[in-house]
């Protein structure tokens, strides 16, 4: 396989409500900025990847107007849809087709702008014979199974609130993140309004506007335009039944990330994750969930994660970092959140994290998630 | 990063070992998960393979066209999908099989899946065509992709007096060449210059009739099994134009002269007169296929849809592949044709454009 990095980055800011852009205008920010960090010009892109849930925006084939916006006109450019999971699969599609060789320098560009539509009601448009009156939007689903969860494993609403304090804080030092929370403590996440039990306001993601833009290279174009490329050492994508009664114990098992997790850490070379990762960015759509990805992912034994984030392993200053830029739980544009996950896991192997860089980056772990519990898993090194 | 390359002479063939399709008909009362294992059962069994010989995936389909978010989540199971690695392309199918391909020389994978559904007759798809539009400048106008197609129809036609005839008689003599049962029944031309005008110059015989379709397609580097012609995905090549009519030369599919520059090149075939053996093009109207005769060069040698092409009938979505399977059977059942291009097309006039070519390995 031919090897490929990632040589650039692109980000807007994440607001509630980027009022002062259009979808286009957010896909332009965030795909000049990425094209600019790699060094390159738009002309110098072979082809573009798009990454957006249309029906968040009320949308149909979103690409084929915001395409120009990403300067994909006269280019190949496709969109890649897989709820949650979009963002790392199109990042994940983008290696695949650097890797045929077909083209050498792929921009990748994930958007959402939720402000612009009604995201439950998008969200609501499960199979209309068994799901959809039972089982729409996120919360409804995660409270089922994170009930399930605290009940096998033990894990409180203390520890989950933990999480959304470390992202909030760590948030603060991210020029782009939505929600900066640089005082949050537990108790105001404890104190925050109940959504569905035991999910509480800040225990959830939120919705933001923004775009999030990558650029992906062959070994070549790579190592002659980038100091530090971002190399991409495995990868791999696992979905799950449709139905969300026909997955036992979602959180608990996830067998998905399992999975994908362990025949990525083998091709990578990753014996003891907690270890041999210098940081990770998981995709956490709720607080509770970034405690089963650490049983899932291997960061810890099972019934243990509640312990790893009280003893602040997962801390900026702990033995591997989770989610510097505050995760999903701070920023969520859906469609680019898989995105930024890859985009700054890059950005800290690339040594321009800023504020949040973590000292001495060489090896970097991303996840996504989306949908009933699909899994995308990618590990990036600082070699090949 | 050139834009044309020459082709890695160590890379993987690609063959394609299975197709199946089902449709399309005017309404099938089966949902659309019923619809793709069924066109999945019949590639993997032209395929002589089962789901466990099925390393990834790839889907087409559109959100709004299905009325749900991330409606790859309805086929899954169908596709075989569950705990294995799926990728959904929002696109035309043929786009979805060439990134499958993408997927294949990459080495990530041995053998991929590629399906592709579409039910128009779920919704009025031609007012779901508007939210595809740029809705600052387009979609207020109520502007959709048949209108669209009559735009361009119109910057063709010009002052060509001809040109409504010219297209009625290749509607015509499109339709009468389709297999008995197909969606659009046989239809003279002067009964299509009869029927009502849809979007100007285009009347209503001349348009392709959309229905329910799927299709599947099985990708692998290992050749098919003994016994049967086999054939290899050589080139393959897309491109996206500009969105607004305004910004485009409507009278010419430059994006498919782009697309075909990049699969040539991929191919490694210099020359621009290449011979096409057959060609299955996406044309939904007669002005498309000419416009897909001009970019692509192709003269009388080549036989164009033998089986009536998507003026037989289609369905949104399916269309590409479904020309990629026509193409497949063509190359198969008729040792005259060696090379064949496969044609696929998304978005409005002509926007997104996909093409894929095959060759006959004897």
């Known amino acids: 396989m031919r090897h ?15 009022s002062d852009a259009s979808q286009p205008e957010l896909v332009r920010e965030a795909a000049k900025a990425a094209i600019a960090d790699a060094g390159l010009r738009p002309q110098q892109i072979d082809a573009v990847l798009i990454s957006n849930m249309e029906l968040f ?9 915001l395409g120009e916006a990403a300067f994909a006109a006269g280019k190949p450019c496709l969109k890649v849809a897989t709820g949650g999971t979009s963002g790392t699969s199109a990042c994940i599609s983008g290696f695949h087709q650097v890797a045929s060789g077909l083209f ?6 994930g958007l959402e702008k939720h402000s612009e539509g009604q995201t439950q009601t998008g969200m609501a448009l499960t199979d209309p014979f068994w799901d959809r009156a039972v089982a729409a939007g996120a919360l409804g689903n995660f409270a089922l199974s994170i009930s399930q969860y605290m009940a096998e494993r033990g894990v409180t609403e203390r520890q989950a609130a933990m999480v959304a304090v470390k992202a909030r804080r760590n948030a603060a030092r991210n020029p782009h993140a939505h929600l900066k929370m640089p005082a949050l403590t537990v108790d105001e996440v404890l104190a925050s309004r109940p959504l569905a039990h035991p999910i509480r306001l800040l225990d959830m993601c939120p919705q933001s506007d923004g775009a999030c833009a990558i650029v992906i290279a062959a070994e070549k174009p790579a190592r002659r335009l980038c100091p530090r490329p971002a190399w991409v050492k495995a990868s791999a994508t696992r979905h799950e039944q449709p139905y969300i009664g026909d997955i036992d114990r979602r959180l608990v098992t996830m067998r998905t990330l399992r999975d994908a997790a362990r025949g990525v850490y083998e091709r990578a070379g990753i014996r003891d994750p907690l270890h041999d990762f210098d940081v990770a960015e998981i995709y956490e759509p709720v607080s509770y969930a970034e405690l089963a990805w650490y049983e899932a992912l291997g960061f ?9 984030i009280e003893d602040g392993v997962t801390a900026m200053d702990g033995e591997l970092p989770v989610n510097p830029s505050g995760g999903v739980l701070s920023s969520n544009p859906v469609g680019a959140s898989g995105v930024i996950r890859v985009a700054e896991a890059a950005l800290q192997i690339h040594g321009r994290g800023g504020e949040r860089q973590v000292e001495g980056v060489r090896t970097a772990l991303v996840t996504g998630y989306g949908v009933y519990a699909w899994a995308d898993v990618v590990v990036l090194g600082a070699q090949p | 990063m050139s834009e044309l390359k020459a082709p890695n002479g160590d890379r993987r063939p690609i063959f394609i070992v299975g197709v199946g399709e089902v449709g399309p008909v005017a309404e099938d009362p089966r949902s659309i998960p019923e619809m793709v294992l069924e066109a999945v059962g019949m590639a993997l069994a032209d395929a002589a393979m089962g789901h466990g010989e099925i390393d990834a995936v790839v889907t087409a389909s559109v959100d709004l ?20 690695s799926e990728t959904r392309i929002a696109a035309d199918g043929l786009a979805a099989a060439i990134h499958a391909a ?3 020389r990459s080495e990530a994978y041995q053998t991929v899946l590629v399906a592709a559904h579409g039910k128009a007759s779920m919704s009025d798809y031609r007012s779901l065509t508007r939210w595809a539009m740029d809705p600052i400048h387009l979609q207020p106008l109520d502007v959709d992709f048949l209108i669209c197609a009559g735009l361009q129809a119109s910057a063709m036609a010009g002052a060509d007096g001809g040109a409504q005839r010219r297209w009625a008689q290749l509607a015509a003599r499109r339709r009468a060449s389709a297999v008995p049962g197909a969606l659009a029944a046989a239809i003279s031309a002067e009964a299509v210059l009869a029927s009502p005008v849809l979007a100007a110059p285009l009347h209503e015989g001349m348009c392709a009739p959309l229905g329910d379709g799927a299709a599947a397609v099985v990708l692998s580097v290992r050749p098919p099994a003994a016994g049967r012609r086999s054939v290899r995905l050589v080139g393959m090549g897309h491109d996206l134009e500009a969105h607004a009519m305004g910004d485009r030369d409507l ?3 430059e994006g498919l002269g782009r697309a075909l520059r990049r699969a040539r090149a991929d191919a490694g075939i210099a020359s621009e007169e290449a011979i096409i053996d ?7 109207y007669p002005h498309e296929e000419e416009l897909f005769r001009q970019a692509c060069a192709i003269g009388d040698e080549t036989a164009i849809s033998p089986g009536g092409g998507l003026f037989a009938g289609t369905a949104p979505v399916v269309a590409g592949l479904a020309r990629l399977i026509a193409a497949v059977r063509g190359l198969r059942g008729n040792a005259r044709y060696h090379q064949a291009l496969a044609h696929g097309t998304w978005g409005p006039a002509g926007q997104g454009q996909a093409v894929a070519l095959l060759e006959a390995a004897d």
Request: glycine share 10%; hydrophobic share 45%.
């Open chain 2, 278 to 284: 057959l060609a299955e093009p996406s044309c939904l």
């Open chain 2, 102 to 104: 993408c997927e294949l």
């Open chain 1, 4 to 18: 490929v990095a990632i040589i650039g980055t692109g980000q807007t800011d994440y607001a509630s409500n980027r």
């Open chain 1, 57 to 65: 925006e009320g949308r149909a084939l979103p690409e084929l107007w």
């Open chain 2, 65 to 84: 066209f299905d009325g749900l978010t991330a409606s790859n989540i309805a086929v899954t199971e169908v596709v075989g999908a569950v705990m294995k």
């Open chain 1, 300 to 308: 810890c034994r099972e019934g243990e994660a509640g312990r790893l």
């Open chain 2, 251 to 253: 009278t010419r599919w």
């Open chain 1, 104 to 109: 050498d320098v792929v921009l990748v560009v």
